[in-house]
C-alpha cells in the first residue's frame, strides 16, 4: 500500500473502521490527525461536517456506503460492534437512518466517489475493491486516478 504514493489507499473491516492507510490517504482525509474512534469511514462521512463539506456528491456517496453496510451487517446481524455503530449513527444521522431504513441495496460501494482536497479542488474518483483477509473482513479500497 505504501508504494501507491500517489494514489489514496486504505483498509477498512466491516464496520468500515479504517485500519491501514498509506501517505496520499492521509494527505486527502487527514486520518493521522483523527483518533481511533474517528477514523471509521461511516462516521467521517455522517458525524463529521467538515468532512461532510468536502464531498459535493454527499447524498449519492453515503446512501451507496449505507448500502453497502447494510449488506455486511446482514452478513454479521448479531455483530455487537456493527450494531453499536448503526444504532449511533441513527442517531446523529437522519439521512442514515433514512437510508438504513430503506428497502434494497440496489447500488453500493465501498469508498467514496467526489471530494474536495485539503485545498478545495473537486476530485472525481473511480476505486478499486481488493480483499485483504477474508476471514478477518478486510478489504483495501484504492483510488485510481480520477474518473
Not at 23 to 45: H, S, T
Not at 86 to 101: T, V, Y
Amino acid at each position: 500500500m505504501d508504494d501507491l504514493t500517489t494514489r489514496p489507499a486504505y483498509v477498512i473491516n466491516l464496520r468500515r473502521d479504517i485500519v491501514a492507510w498509506n501517505a496520499a490517504a492521509d494527505r486527502l482525509l487527514g486520518l493521522d490527525g483523527r483518533n481511533w474512534e474517528e477514523r471509521n469511514l461511516l462516521r467521517m462521512v455522517f458525524a463529521d461536517p467538515a468532512m461532510r463539506v468536502r464531498l459535493p456528491a454527499w447524498r449519492k456517496d453515503g446512501a451507496e456506503l449505507v448500502a453497502r453496510f447494510k449488506c455486511d451487517l446482514a452478513a454479521m446481524p448479531k455483530d455487537p460492534a456493527m450494531l453499536a455503530l448503526a444504532d449511533e449513527l441513527k442517531k446523529l444521522s437522519p439521512d442514515f437512518r433514512h437510508w438504513m431504513e430503506q428497502l434494497g441495496t440496489a447500488n453500493y460501494s465501498q469508498g467514496i466517489g467526489t471530494i474536495l482536497d485539503p485545498a478545495g479542488h473537486q476530485i472525481d474518483f473511480r476505486h478499486e475493491v481488493l480483499t485483504v483477509d477474508e476471514y478477518r473482513h478486510l478489504t483495501m479500497v484504492v483510488y485510481f486516478g480520477e474518473k
